[in-house]
């Protein structure tokens, strides 16, 4: 189930500067908010399947950029200025069960704050509301909103990122599907795994730093691009709600339908 969020940009605050790598933060924004919920979050979670043993986190969401539609990028300072008085969030959650009416009451009327050490931009929601899923069809044509993450490990232990034309990637995106499918259920998919992933035009690439100005920061590469899909509609609806690739809890591989 996804959502759009049109937020109210409060420059009163601390300003309208928001540095350029600010994805990390909007995640640690949405774990904040859903953990308000307390006993709500938790029986949410357990109407939904969710069994948190081992410390194991609830991951299977994931997250547009902002839609920013007057800004400047400063690119020497690594900021975009906002001149827009709101923009627009979409934040996808895989989870059918009681998501609209606990979503919409948690995040209404809330305030937060994104941004690092040298500037911060602090939002307040005007309005939640539900975006439509698509008809989820055994081909579907979309394009990524974030980008897409793929990762391999080496022989060596370290990883290598490919891109979307990489002849890897669609066996690194259906294992991602089945493990989520798992995840989610409780049991191993079992069904038809016929998976094509065909990436159209150009591949742009991306570096996304993580944890700004920490001794934790890294960089992860990720791509935009638009791509046509063919997979079994139970594999479709997980890729689009909780996105394609790995990392999407941290705004990766968010998507959306577009025309073939």
């Not at 937020?7 to 908010?33: C, D, M, T, W």
């Not at 539609?69 to 989870?95: A, D, G, M, N």
């Not at 191993?188 to 001794?215: H, N, R």
């Not at 479709?236 to 025309?259: A, N, T």
Request: aromatic share 12%.
């Amino acid at each position: 189930m996804r959502f759009k969020l049109i937020l109210e940009v409060y420059a009163h605050a601390f300003g309208n500067k928001l540095p350029i790598n600010y994805q990390y933060e909007q995640s640690a924004v949405i774990y904040r908010i859903l953990s308000q919920g307390s006993r709500e979050y938790a029986d949410w979670l357990h109407e939904n399947g969710f069994r948190l043993e081992n410390g194991k986190n609830f991951k299977l969401f994931t997250y547009s950029p902002l839609k920013i539609s007057e800004r400047k990028i400063l690119r020497e300072e690594e900021r975009i200025l906002l001149f827009s008085q709101t923009v627009e969030w979409e934040i996808s959650f895989l989870p059918d069960k009681t998501t609209e009416k606990f979503i919409q009451g948690l995040f209404a009327k809330q305030t937060f704050e994104i941004g690092d050490k040298k500037s911060t931009v602090q939002f307040r929601v005007q309005k939640v509301e539900v975006v439509p899923a698509p008809e989820y069809k055994s081909t579907m044509y979309l394009e990524a909103m974030s980008p897409i993450c793929l990762k391999i490990k080496r022989e060596d232990g370290g990883t290598d990122y490919i891109s979307p034309e990489d002849a890897r990637a669609k066996e690194v995106i259906l294992y991602g599907l089945l493990g989520r499918y798992e995840s989610f259920y409780g049991k191993p998919y079992l069904g038809d795994t016929t998976f094509d992933f065909i990436p159209e035009g150009e591949c742009k690439k991306k570096l996304i730093k993580i944890k700004v100005g920490t001794k934790e920061e890294t960089g992860v590469v990720g791509y935009k691009c638009k791509f046509t899909v063919n997979a079994p509609t139970e594999l479709m609806k997980i890729l689009y709600e909780s996105g394609i690739g790995e990392q999407c809890s941290q705004g990766f591989g968010c998507v959306r339908e577009r025309k073939g």
